[in-house]
């Protein structure tokens, strides 16, 4: 990983603080919030800084970089800089989602009170994972997180306890009595009570256990397969001179996929590795900028996915991919 190089600066060091976050797969994240603008009343560097501590505690790397990086944010006055970076974003927060547009309709009342009265398992309740299809893919759905989390808290039937998101791209760790099948209608109900999320469609929800099942596996195997040039930390692999990003898809069925990279006719940027299941783990190399090609999300590298599988099924498959890393970020809001 990066040198140890300290800075003494009293605030947040932006310039360490982008390659930091670089160094651990958050590139485009930190492309961002470098070239983005603070709305009105906020100082630039102020809310830059803000965002970047955010960024850097959803990923529980903040005591890193204040440990390599920023020792003055380990003192009383590094942390009420810290304190007081998050209350900027959540005062900008609280008036933006003042002012959003949320609608409610009697149908989708009517559909949360079904819910409510139907599909229940037998049994106690068991922890499951929801992810979104489609939530960071396009630029119309792109809705906060804070935004997310109050429409689950707000339209989820009482059956179905939200536990808490990951990132803004759909990732949400729910606890329910009922069917997965149900669990998908309330999650869909609650989200499209906002007009920018009217048209979602596709949400995966499966059992806690099996995901994590999934997801240890997966580094166990890397791990004995490349030893020191997987990072289980940051599910990043070296391989042929480039950074891969390894994580699961879900698939809407089971299916038997054999390992296989994708595309066939050059240089692969995908490689599936086979299994059988709704879970299928792959590894996904980074674009650089040179190559001129568009980027994809390191917590939603659908596209990427849905061609490869597509291509091995020899027909349109939709697919839900997530990286390892947010995997595991939902994970520990159980």
Same mark, same amino acid.
């Given at each position: 990983m990066m040198g140890n190089h300290k800075n003494f600066s009293i605030e #947040? *060091? !932006? &310039?360490?603080?982008y390659p930091f976050a670089k160094s651990y797969? !958050?590139? &485009? %994240? +930190?492309?961002?919030? @470098?070239?983005?603008c603070p709305p009105e009343?906020?100082? %630039? +560097?102020v809310? $830059? $800084?803000?965002l970047m501590s955010e960024l850097l505690t959803a990923h529980d790397l903040l005591c890193e970089f204040v440990r390599d990086f920023w020792p003055h944010g380990s003192t009383p006055e590094g942390r009420n800089l810290l304190t007081r970076y998050q209350r900027v974003l959540q005062r900008h927060r609280k008036e933006q989602a003042g002012s959003g547009s949320t609608y409610d309709t009697v *149908?989708? &009342? !009517? &559909? @949360?009170t079904e819910l409510a009265v139907g599909g229940l398992r037998k049994g106690s309740a068991i922890n499951f994972l929801a992810f979104v299809r489609g939530m960071a893919m396009f630029g119309k759905r792109r809705v906060l997180k804070s935004? @997310?989390?109050d429409l689950l808290r707000t339209h989820l039937p009482g059956v179905v306890k939200f536990l808490g998101a990951f990132d803004k791209s759909g990732n949400y760790a729910l606890r329910s009595a009922m069917e997965s099948k149900q669990v998908v209608a309330a999650v869909l109900n609650a989200l499209q009570q906002n007009q920018k #999320?009217?048209?979602l469609r596709y949400v995966t929800v499966l059992p806690e256990s099996d995901v994590c099942s999934a997801l240890v596996q997966l580094s166990k195997e890397l791990a004995m397969e490349y030893g020191e040039r997987f990072n289980q930390r940051s599910f990043g692999l070296l391989l042929e001179g480039r950074t891969w990003r390894a994580g699961l898809t879900f698939l809407s069925e089971s299916r038997s996929v054999s390992p296989f990279a994708f595309p066939t006719d050059h240089s692969p940027t995908v490689r599936i590795l086979g299994g059988t299941g709704c879970i299928i783990p792959f590894i996904k190399r980074e674009e650089r900028k040179d190559e001129g090609e568009r980027r994809i999300s390191l917590g939603e590298p659908t596209r990427a996915l849905d061609k490869a599988i597509s291509s091995y099924c020899g027909y349109s498959v939709a697919t839900t991919s997530r990286t390892g890393n947010t995997i595991r970020g939902i994970l520990q809001k159980f």
């Amino acid at each position: 990983m990066m040198g140890n190089h300290k800075n003494f600066s009293i605030e #947040l *060091p !932006l &310039r360490n603080a982008y390659p930091f976050a670089k160094s651990y797969g !958050l590139g &485009r %994240e +930190s492309d961002e919030i @470098q070239g983005i603008c603070p709305p009105e009343g906020i100082h %630039e +560097s102020v809310y $830059r $800084r803000a965002l970047m501590s955010e960024l850097l505690t959803a990923h529980d790397l903040l005591c890193e970089f204040v440990r390599d990086f920023w020792p003055h944010g380990s003192t009383p006055e590094g942390r009420n800089l810290l304190t007081r970076y998050q209350r900027v974003l959540q005062r900008h927060r609280k008036e933006q989602a003042g002012s959003g547009s949320t609608y409610d309709t009697v *149908p989708g &009342r !009517l &559909r @949360q009170t079904e819910l409510a009265v139907g599909g229940l398992r037998k049994g106690s309740a068991i922890n499951f994972l929801a992810f979104v299809r489609g939530m960071a893919m396009f630029g119309k759905r792109r809705v906060l997180k804070s935004v @997310q989390e109050d429409l689950l808290r707000t339209h989820l039937p009482g059956v179905v306890k939200f536990l808490g998101a990951f990132d803004k791209s759909g990732n949400y760790a729910l606890r329910s009595a009922m069917e997965s099948k149900q669990v998908v209608a309330a999650v869909l109900n609650a989200l499209q009570q906002n007009q920018k #999320l009217c048209d979602l469609r596709y949400v995966t929800v499966l059992p806690e256990s099996d995901v994590c099942s999934a997801l240890v596996q997966l580094s166990k195997e890397l791990a004995m397969e490349y030893g020191e040039r997987f990072n289980q930390r940051s599910f990043g692999l070296l391989l042929e001179g480039r950074t891969w990003r390894a994580g699961l898809t879900f698939l809407s069925e089971s299916r038997s996929v054999s390992p296989f990279a994708f595309p066939t006719d050059h240089s692969p940027t995908v490689r599936i590795l086979g299994g059988t299941g709704c879970i299928i783990p792959f590894i996904k190399r980074e674009e650089r900028k040179d190559e001129g090609e568009r980027r994809i999300s390191l917590g939603e590298p659908t596209r990427a996915l849905d061609k490869a599988i597509s291509s091995y099924c020899g027909y349109s498959v939709a697919t839900t991919s997530r990286t390892g890393n947010t995997i595991r970020g939902i994970l520990q809001k159980f």
